[in-house]
Structures are given as C-alpha cells and as structure tokens.
C-alpha cells in the first residue's frame, strides 16, 4: 500500500475522475452481478418451498401481471429474468474492460510522459552519474511491467473484491452463522497462504527485476561494443553471458509462472473447505432436507465466489511478484532531481550576448568528488574573439565548457554574460545562444538534413545545403539516409555534420569541444579557416589537444590541473610557457 500510494502522488493525481469512474462501473458490475442471483433465489424457493414461494407479496404481484398461472410458466419466467440479468451484465461487463485497458493505456501515457519530462529537466550531472542502461530500462521495460501487469492485477484484484462482497452480503443476508464460520475458516487458511507464498514472491521478484535489468544491459554491450567483440574474437565469450542471462531471465519468470499457477490448487482448497464448513454448520442448525432445498442456491453463488477468490489471490500475488517493478520506478522517479530552471515563456526573457562573458574565481567539484575540476577560474572573454583552451588530459577543459553552456553549476564563484548573473533558474535563456560540437556527437537515423536542422520543425534546406558546401559535406545528398548512430560514417565526417549542425543555430557562441580531432590535418586546416572566418560574426571558444587547431586564435586559456596557468596568444606562450612550447613540439605544429 505505501508503494502504491507513492505511485498514486507521483502519477495519478490528475487522473482521478478516470479513477472514481473505474471504481463505479467496478461497484455496478458487482451490483448486477448480485441482482442477477435475485431470479435464481426465488426458482430455488419455487423449487423447495412453495409456500414460502407463493406467499411473497412482489412475487403475487409478478404473477398476476404477467399472467403466470403454471409453475412451469412461473420457473421459465424467472428463469428468462435471470438470463436477461446475466447478460446486461455481460455487456456492461465488455464496456468495463474496455474502459479498464482504455485507463491503462492512459496511464502508461501519464507515467511515460511525467517520467521524461522530469527526466528531461534534470541536471546535466545527474547523467554523468546515471548508468544510461538502468533509465532506458525504467522508461521501456519498468513502466510496461508496472501499468500492464501490475496495475492491471491492482484493477483485477478491486473488481474481484467488489465482487466477492457482494456475493458475500448475499449469504450473509441468507445464513448469517454458517457463513461468519465458513468466513473464519477460510480467512485463516487465506492467511497461512499468504505467509508461505510472501517471501517466495518477495524473491523471485528481486530476481525477475535483477535479471532483466542485466540481461539489458548485456545486449547492449553486445550491439553497441560489436566492432571491439568481433577485433577481440570475443563472440564466444559474449554469446556466454548473453545465454546465462538469457537463462537466469527464463528461469525467474518460469519461477514466478508457477508460484501463482500453485497458487490456484491451494485457493480450491481454501474455497471447498469453507464451503464443507458452511454446509457442516448448515447441516447441524437445519434440518437434511432444507439443507439439500438451500444446496443449489449455494452451488451457484460458490460458483460465482469461486472464480472470484481464485482471481483475488493470484491477483495479489502477481502483485506481490511485480512490486519490485513498482518499487524501482517509484525510487528512479524520486530519485531525479528537481530542476529550479524556468519555463521559457517568452523571447522577451531571452539573455542578449553583445559585450563579454565573465568568469570571476569559478571552482567545480563533481558531486562525491573530494578534488575539484576547477580552482578559481577567472577569465574574460569579449564578443567576437576567437579562444583557444588547451591542457592535459583531466586539466578541467570540457568542464569548463560544460559551465559556460550551463550545463554544470559553479560550485563557488561567479558567472556572467553582459553582467546577467547564470545561475540554475536562468540558464534556458542562454541556450539559444549556442552552438556546441563535441569530440564524439550524437548522430540521429535520419536524413542528412534532419541531422542538420536538429529538432526543427521546419527546415531551411537552401541553408542546409550552404552549411554542407562549407563544412565539406557536399560528397552526400541532401536526403542521404544515415543509419544507426552514423556508425557507417567515418568519425570526421560525424564532427563536419555536427559542425553544421551547431551552425544551422546562427549561434552568438560557437563551443568546439574537440571538435576536429578525426580529421586529418588537410581537412582540419580547411575548416578551421573556415571557423576563423566567422570571429566577428560570433565568438568561437575552442577546446583542443592537437594544437593545430588554435594557430586561428586571438588568446589560449593554458589549463593545469584545473587552473589558469596562461592566458595569451599562442606566440607568446609558444615562446614563454615552457609546458605549452612541448605541447607544441609534440604536436609537430
């Protein structure tokens, strides 16, 4: 119930009135259910005790207007009334489970939608910690198991009980003790049934969500590692964990299969030795022969409460072998962090670039980290300057850049653009300003230009085609299909569509985070003349190991260990930096 009521403060409060109507059509359907036994009490006593039968007011009322002057006319009437009965409530019962998986389906939608969206507007650390295997599980396979089986079985298992207690003020209504006894005897068989499948259910549970979880993981390390398997000759290896997983996967659902199939053979049980206890207390209270009169109105309400007990308990216990689902979407959903960022309302809210970017003493340390990545980082940076930033490996360049994007917050210091202040609620309104090319881009399965045009709507196809031309990609048709992750793209070719793509922006700051490191030095000149050529138009900040690249720089940031250990043009520290001029000598510039 905890986990469900998380679930429910999480997902569904705006889904209560779908809610409050599945939990009236679900007391309608029982209501009908119990009227539709209403017909057969009266053929029952028509049957046994006519007397009884014919001394009944309404039924005298029902004879007379119907003209009813035969038990034979009598007992096909009710016998009709009780077939009309059962067979609205058939149709009513169609219309309930399609409202039923309508609700589902609409909650899966809920589920999916609130979970990204919070996703989406979760701090960029938050992925840098975040295995990508276990969120692609929670959003595919979690929210499926959670919505289809188990909320499915939590629908189930209400119906159900709606039901049985509507059958139950039924007996209740006819034999009050023999049913309070039968109702303890089976309530403490339920009981004991319950204890002896919990802790199974609890484990095969754990397993099933562990072994799933893994078994993900394991076929996408295969499709995504395949080019390192197959240089490795580590196919056979591979195709072994993936069999083992694949096993460890069959064998903890065939586990959970069979514990709630099991379950069904000890619900007879429960249900017969409830029923030999209300006929035994039945027996010793009446006479044999009213007992045998009243047996087949019992028979027919048992074969109604029956099915409904069974379906109760493998409903709970399907849930029980599903709650680790639950659990782990509940815990991945309170676990991403809130965003303070602002919703973009209007361009009005927009920050303007023209004058300078300001870093004043900023320091970075990664959540968990004891060293910082950046130590009292102070830089200026004017519109329209072409910057260099070069260091070691693990000097802090990509977290530099990772700051003046917005993506990372400043543990301490400050950071401006024409003195507006970023911090976490304002950074959507630097975005547009943008442009960024990584060392290894994120290639989309679609057209070339699509690629370009990157979550456009509309597409400026004559500008597509010039920012091709420029960033040498006019070897490719426009409309080229690239496949999977431009795998069958050589990597500078990735780089030069990621060039274009930050471009296809008209971006105020172009962020070039070793953004030509495959190309070859012919190509790589080209573009970067290229680059230098825009300076004025934006300010280009560019991040680079083969130094190279930043000959076209007005300045270069010279980072050491996370501080600024330089800040000049490449001449002067080529000539007065001793670290740099052997960067420089190794780079064969």
Not at 59 to 88: E, Y
Not at 105 to 124: C, D, H, I, W
Not at 349 to 355: A, G, P, Y
Not at 526 to 533: A, H, L, Q, V, Y
Request: charged share 20%; net charge positive; with cysteine.
């Amino acid at each position: 119930m905890k986990q469900l009521k998380r679930f429910y403060t999480y997902f569904c409060t705006d889904l209560r009135k779908s809610i409050t109507i599945l939990a009236l059509l679900s007391f309608v359907a029982a209501v009908l259910e119990l009227i539709g036994f209403a017909p057969l009490i009266k053929i029952f006593d028509l049957i046994s005790t006519k007397e009884h039968f014919y001394s009944n007011e309404f039924v005298q009322c029902i004879i007379s207007f119907f003209g009813l002057n035969t038990d034979k006319k009598i007992f096909l009437f009710f016998m009709s009334l009780a077939l009309l009965l059962f067979s609205l409530k058939a149709l009513f019962m169609f219309f309930h489970q399609y409202y039923t998986c309508r609700f589902l389906t609409q909650l899966r939608n809920k589920v999916g939608s609130l979970f990204m969206e919070k996703l989406l507007k979760a701090p960029y650390e938050f992925f840098l910690k975040k295995n990508s295997d276990d969120l692609v599980n929670t959003i595919d396979n979690t929210i499926r198991y959670v919505i289809m089986l188990y909320m499915s079985y939590v629908v189930q298992f209400f119906v159900y009980v709606v039901l049985l207690a509507t059958l139950l003020i039924l007996v209740l209504y006819k034999f009050l003790f023999p049913t309070i006894v039968s109702l303890c005897v089976m309530g403490i068989l339920v009981y004991i049934q319950i204890r002896l499948f919990k802790k199974i259910i609890h484990y095969v549970s754990n397993q099933t969500t562990e072994a799933n979880t893994k078994n993900i993981y394991i076929i996408q390390k295969i499709i995504h590692a395949i080019k390192e398997i197959k240089i490795s000759n580590a196919g056979r290896h591979v195709f072994k964990c993936f069999e083992n997983s694949s096993n460890l996967v069959s064998d903890t659902e065939q586990k959970g299969a069979y514990i709630q199939n099991v379950q069904v053979f000890f619900t007879e049980i429960v249900i017969f030795s409830g029923l030999f206890t209300f006929l035994l207390n039945l027996i010793c209270l009446a006479s044999f022969e009213k007992t045998i009169a009243n047996l087949a109105l019992l028979v027919a309400i048992f074969f109604r409460a029956a099915p409904a007990l069974n379906r109760i308990l493998g409903a709970y216990g399907s849930m029980k072998s599903y709650q680790g689902s639950l659990i782990s979407l509940n815990n991945e959903y309170d676990n991403i962090p809130c965003s303070e960022e602002k919703d973009i309302t209007n361009s009005e809210d927009m920050v303007t670039f023209s004058k300078i970017i300001s870093l004043k003493n900023i320091s970075f340390k990664y959540t968990n980290n004891k060293k910082p990545v950046l130590k009292e980082v102070s830089i200026d940076i004017k519109q329209g300057e072409f910057i260099g930033v070069a260091g070691g490996s693990g000097a802090g360049k990509t977290t530099l850049m990772n700051v003046i994007l917005g993506m990372l917050q400043p543990t301490s210091g400050s950071y401006s653009i024409d003195d507006v202040c970023i911090t976490n609620e304002n950074v959507p309104l630097i975005r547009h300003l943008f442009g960024y090319t990584a060392q290894d881009p994120f290639i989309d399965s679609t057209s070339i230009s699509n690629n370009i045009g990157f979550c456009e709507d509309e597409l400026n196809m004559n500008y597509i085609k010039e920012l091709m031309q420029k960033c040498l990609l006019d070897e490719f048709p426009i409309d080229y299909l690239i496949k999977e992750n431009g795998k069958t793209l050589s990597g500078g070719q990735r780089q030069r569509i990621a060039l274009a793509r930050a471009l296809y922006k008209n971006p105020k700051i172009l962020i070039l985070d070793e953004a030509t490191s495959a190309l070859d030095i012919y190509t790589e000149e080209k573009i970067m003349k290229f680059i230098s050529s825009l300076k004025r138009e934006m300010t280009i900040i560019s991040v680079a190991h083969r130094l190279s690249s930043l000959k076209y720089c007005d300045k270069i940031i010279f980072l050491n260990a996370g501080k600024v250990v330089d800040f000049d043009t490449f001449k002067n520290l080529q000539a007065n930096n001793k670290d740099f001029a052997k960067m420089v000598k190794l780079s064969q510039v």
